[in-house]
């Protein structure tokens, strides 16, 4: 079993920066990869950025890149959602996830077999 719990998001204005945590329990965290995906009103479920287990290799939605950056610390057992810029569109609750097992495309919620109960974060105009 693996938990997921997310932090950090909130109310903010746009133009400003929100850092999103996820703290993973369980199985040995560096094994496995780990994303961040988001949920605004009436939409699906969207991904956002991935990261591998070593951290070397990350993954982004292309409208996000600039603006958004993953990290890992497996050392802490947590991945983090550095987001800058933020906007409006950018208003929604943003789960972490972890899929524990090789293969599968980093891009599809459905790929993933562990999530967060989500955190929402508020941009305002």
């Known amino acids: 079993q693996v938990q997921l719990v997310e932090s950090g998001g909130g109310l903010v204005q746009a133009g400003d920066s929100l850092r999103l945590s996820c703290a993973a329990s369980?199985?040995?965290?560096?094994?496995?990869?780990m994303g961040w995906f988001r949920q605004a009103p009436g939409k699906e479920r969207e991904f956002v950025a991935a990261?591998?287990?070593?951290?070397?290799?990350?993954y982004y939605i292309d409208s996000l890149k600039g603006r958004f950056t993953i990290s890992r610390d497996n050392a802490r057992n947590t991945v983090d959602l550095q987001m800058n810029s933020l906007k409006p569109e950018d208003t929604a609750v943003y789960y972490c996830?972890?899929?524990?097992?090789?293969?599968?495309?980093?891009?599809?919620?459905?790929?993933?077999?562990?999530w967060g109960q989500g955190t929402q974060v508020t941009v305002s105009s």
């Open positions: 990261i591998s287990g070593s951290g070397s290799s990350v």
């Open positions: 996830a972890t899929k524990t097992y090789s293969g599968g495309s980093h891009y599809l919620p459905n790929n993933y077999n562990y």
């Open positions: 369980g199985r040995i965290f560096s094994n496995y990869d």
